[in-house]
């Protein structure tokens, strides 16, 4: 009669047989996962809705944007370098942005945070500081050398942009000129800038 198998030997060829059942249960995982995901995100983009109107950037365009403040250097980049290193700094990033997506065109910009919330009431109690004409220009003539965007950024404070949209107008009717609203800083509901986050609702906006 034949040997009987050792009891090891026994429960390694049975152990064998199940990482084999479970290896041919198990689906197979496509290497190429993350490009087909790409591959559904680029067919639901762009968002299907109405028909841009004439002269509308978006979604034809993508903007690369760089922010801040000239005053400031912890605000953004427009603070942080010189205006002529800035703007070598932001040619760079629309080539990136190019060589990535060369069907999409790319439309600087420069955004300029122009209403700055602050901590301090300041002396009318609003926690706003707005910038000066001549520091909007300024920025303006950095845009203008690359047919840059321009982006006036506000931060209200407890003032409204009822409240400080008038004194911008003039800047805002340029075509290049657009408008950007920070709702985190809008303290309608009380609170200081910076220690509490604020809050717009379609009644301020519209």
Known sequence: PAAAKPAAAKKTTTA???SAAKNAKAP???????????????????????????????PAKRIIAY???????????LGEYEPDRMLSML????????????????QPALHLIAV?????????GMYR??????????????AAR?????????????STLAQELPRL????SRPNFHLGIDPEFSMKNGGIPGKKIGTYDAEDVN
Do not use: C, H
């Open 67 to 77: 922010y801040g403040n000239p005053l400031s250097k912890r605000m953004g980049v």
């Open 91 to 106: 040619d760079a990033e629309v080539k990136a942005w190019t060589l990535a997506d060369p069907s999409t065109p790319v």
């Open 169 to 172: 107008e003039k800047f805002l």
């Open 28 to 58: 197979a995982v496509a290497v190429d996962s993350e490009a087909k995901l790409d591959s559904i995100y680029n067919l639901r983009w762009p968002v299907k809705g109405p028909e841009p109107l004439p002269g509308s950037i978006l």
């Open 129 to 142: 500081a707005r910038m000066p004409d001549e520091l909007i220009e300024r920025v303006a003539s950095w």
């Open 146 to 158: 690359r047919n840059a965007l321009v982006f006036l950024d506000i931060q209200v404070g407890k």
């Open 16 to 18: 064998r047989k199940k």
């Open 116 to 124: 700055v919330a602050q901590a301090g009431p300041g002396s009318d």
